[in-house]
């Protein structure tokens, strides 16, 4: 039963209208039956507080500014990938555009994914192109904006977060999920830090997303060992290989409709990570585009 002093609490927020407040007190009851092991009331209640009377959920400004919407027209086509990691990412396509079927039959789809591998070799951009391959809305995770000073801030801000992916149907991008979900157990971090982690696993482990929940690292070493059974699938991008760059450097290329001379697309493919070559041949062809139009314009 929940204690007296949490339901006065939430009956005296509710009767002066602050919303904010209720939503708290309402979240630390269903959090208090989750830790009894009544995970169906815990989740009976979270539904009925974020989706009451079919609108969206009280801390709607906590989303805005802790979400950043990111658009390209990438596709998996345009992604260099391994064929493992290509033949896994179709699978989970497939799962996902066929999910009511896979249910009807007992089945869970997998939405919750984990990429790793070395900075810039792809692993956000695939997020991206999955989001574009599926039609669906792009978001990034800022966890400036997350991650609060006070204490049971940050649990809170993440549930908003996760209520958002229930609610909406989009691929939400926790890029560099290290800064979250660092092993628990040092002694130079403040337990608020382990808290923080309990939360993101509890939040993975309750939530049933409409679209994805996608995290990245550079650092798998680093997180938690009990984070890792909270996803459904953890895909390893490997640094890519020189064949690999230079079909990368050349799709780029092609995707401008512009030929890049052999200095640059050696330079690029010199690179160890996709984003370095990409740096690249971004340079080049925007000098390439201001030297096209200063001359245009007789300037210069």
Request: proline letters at 4%; charged letters at 25%; glycine letters at 6%.
């Amino acid at each position: 039963m929940a204690p007296v002093r949490d339901l006065r609490r939430l009956f005296e927020a509710i009767s002066r209208k602050d919303w904010e407040a209720a939503e708290s007190v309402a979240e630390h009851l269903a959090g208090l039956e989750a830790k009894r092991g009544n995970r169906a009331a815990a989740r009976a209640l979270r539904d009925s507080l974020h989706h009451r009377n079919g609108s969206a959920p009280v801390a709607a400004s906590i989303l805005e500014l802790g979400l950043s919407r990111r658009s390209n027209t990438t596709r998996l086509s345009d992604v260099v990938l391994p064929s493992q990691v290509r033949r896994e990412l179709q699978s989970i396509l497939d799962e996902f555009k066929h999910s009511r079927s896979l249910q009807s039959q007992g089945f869970q789809t997998r939405k919750k994914l984990i990429f790793t591998g070395p900075p810039g070799c792809g692993k956000s951009l695939t997020a991206q192109a999955l989001a574009n391959e599926l039609a669906l809305p792009h978001f990034v995770v800022r966890f400036d904006a997350i991650i609060g000073s006070y204490l049971g801030q940050t649990a809170t801000h993440l549930r908003h977060l996760f209520r958002f992916s229930e609610s909406t149907a989009s691929v939400l991008l926790f890029d560099e999920i290290d800064a979250l979900g660092k092993r628990r157990g040092n002694p130079s971090d403040v337990g608020e830090l382990d808290r923080i982690v309990i939360a993101l696993m509890q939040e993975l482990e309750l939530t049933q997303p409409l679209g994805f929940i996608i995290a990245t690292s550079n650092i798998p070493e680093h997180l938690d060992r009990a984070l890792w059974r909270r996803f459904d699938a953890q895909l390893i991008f490997p640094a890519p290989k020189k064949q690999q760059l230079k079909s990368f450097v050349a799709s780029a290329a092609k995707r401008f409709r512009r030929k890049l001379p052999e200095s640059v697309f050696s330079l690029a493919v010199s690179k160890h990570s996709y984003a370095d070559a990409e740096a690249v041949v971004s340079s080049y062809l925007r000098q390439q585009i201001i030297l096209e139009l200063n001359s245009t314009n007789g300037t210069g």
